[in-house]
Protein backbone atom coordinates (compact mmCIF):
# COMPACT_ATOMS: atom_id res chain seq x y z
CA UNK A 1 0.00 0.00 0.00
CA UNK A 2 1.55 3.86 -0.80
CA UNK A 3 2.27 5.90 1.96
CA UNK A 4 0.08 9.20 1.45
CA UNK A 5 4.02 11.22 2.05
CA UNK A 6 5.22 9.06 -0.73
CA UNK A 7 2.31 11.16 -3.39
CA UNK A 8 4.11 14.16 -3.55
CA UNK A 9 1.37 16.12 -2.62
CA UNK A 10 2.20 19.33 -0.88
CA UNK A 11 -0.79 21.57 1.08
CA UNK A 12 -1.61 24.65 -1.25
CA UNK A 13 -1.04 27.56 1.79
CA UNK A 14 -3.13 30.55 0.43
CA UNK A 15 -3.69 32.62 3.70
CA UNK A 16 -2.14 35.46 3.88
CA UNK A 17 -0.50 36.57 7.21
CA UNK A 18 -0.78 39.93 9.16
CA UNK A 19 -3.03 42.21 10.67
CA UNK A 20 -6.26 43.17 8.28
CA UNK A 21 -5.80 46.75 7.68
CA UNK A 22 -8.31 50.26 6.39
CA UNK A 23 -7.52 51.76 3.09
CA UNK A 24 -7.26 54.85 5.16
CA UNK A 25 -4.59 54.03 6.72
CA UNK A 26 -2.28 52.99 3.06
CA UNK A 27 -3.73 55.96 1.39
CA UNK A 28 -0.62 58.45 0.21
CA UNK A 29 2.29 56.23 1.84
CA UNK A 30 4.30 53.77 0.25
CA UNK A 31 4.01 50.24 0.50
CA UNK A 32 5.29 47.23 -0.98
CA UNK A 33 2.82 44.72 -2.21
CA UNK A 34 3.69 41.14 -1.89
CA UNK A 35 0.79 39.20 -3.40
CA UNK A 36 -3.31 39.45 -3.77
CA UNK A 37 -5.81 36.88 -4.97
CA UNK A 38 -9.44 38.16 -6.34
CA UNK A 39 -12.12 36.39 -5.07
CA UNK A 40 -16.13 35.82 -5.43
CA UNK A 41 -17.11 38.56 -2.47
CA UNK A 42 -19.33 36.64 0.32
CA UNK A 43 -20.74 40.30 1.71
CA UNK A 44 -21.86 41.78 -1.75
CA UNK A 45 -23.53 38.84 -4.44
CA UNK A 46 -22.32 39.04 -7.90
CA UNK A 47 -19.01 41.05 -7.07
CA UNK A 48 -15.10 40.46 -6.69
CA UNK A 49 -13.21 40.72 -3.59
CA UNK A 50 -9.45 41.71 -3.99
CA UNK A 51 -7.27 40.63 -1.19
CA UNK A 52 -3.85 41.70 -1.24
CA UNK A 53 -0.91 40.86 1.22
CA UNK A 54 1.00 44.35 1.72
CA UNK A 55 3.78 45.48 3.82
CA UNK A 56 3.96 48.96 5.46
CA UNK A 57 7.03 50.43 7.03
CA UNK A 58 8.36 46.71 7.15
CA UNK A 59 4.91 45.18 8.89
CA UNK A 60 2.78 42.39 6.94
CA UNK A 61 -1.02 43.38 6.51
CA UNK A 62 -3.77 42.33 4.90
CA UNK A 63 -6.24 44.55 2.79
CA UNK A 64 -9.73 43.56 1.77
CA UNK A 65 -10.96 45.84 -1.34
CA UNK A 66 -13.73 45.89 -3.56
CA UNK A 67 -11.90 48.56 -5.59
CA UNK A 68 -12.93 47.65 -9.65
CA UNK A 69 -10.00 49.71 -10.40
CA UNK A 70 -7.36 48.36 -8.21
CA UNK A 71 -7.92 45.05 -9.54
CA UNK A 72 -7.96 46.24 -13.09
CA UNK A 73 -4.67 47.77 -12.56
CA UNK A 74 -2.85 44.58 -10.49
CA UNK A 75 -3.85 42.17 -13.02
CA UNK A 76 -2.11 43.91 -15.14
CA UNK A 77 1.14 43.40 -13.37
CA UNK A 78 3.16 40.64 -14.73
CA UNK A 79 3.86 37.79 -11.42
CA UNK A 80 7.54 38.17 -12.07
CA UNK A 81 7.13 41.37 -10.82
CA UNK A 82 5.92 40.91 -7.54
CA UNK A 83 6.69 41.91 -5.24
CA UNK A 84 6.48 45.79 -6.05
CA UNK A 85 6.66 49.34 -4.27
CA UNK A 86 3.34 52.21 -4.80
CA UNK A 87 1.52 54.51 -3.40
CA UNK A 88 -2.11 54.04 -3.40
CA UNK A 89 -4.56 57.14 -3.70
CA UNK A 90 -7.79 58.04 -3.88
CA UNK A 91 -8.36 60.20 -7.51
CA UNK A 92 -11.86 61.70 -7.80
CA UNK A 93 -14.05 58.93 -6.00
CA UNK A 94 -11.98 55.86 -6.77
CA UNK A 95 -8.55 54.25 -6.05
CA UNK A 96 -5.58 54.00 -8.21
CA UNK A 97 -1.97 52.64 -7.53
CA UNK A 98 0.96 54.86 -8.41
Do not use: R, W
Not at 56 to 69: P, Q, R
Not at 72 to 81: A, E, H, N, S
Not at 92 to 98: I, Y
Request: hydrophobic residues 40%.
Amino acid sequence: MTAFKDLGIKAELSTFTGDKIKIDKLLNAEISVLDYKIEDSKVKAGTKLLILQLAKSGTKHVLFTGSTILMQMILKVPKDKFPFTTTIIKESEHLEFT
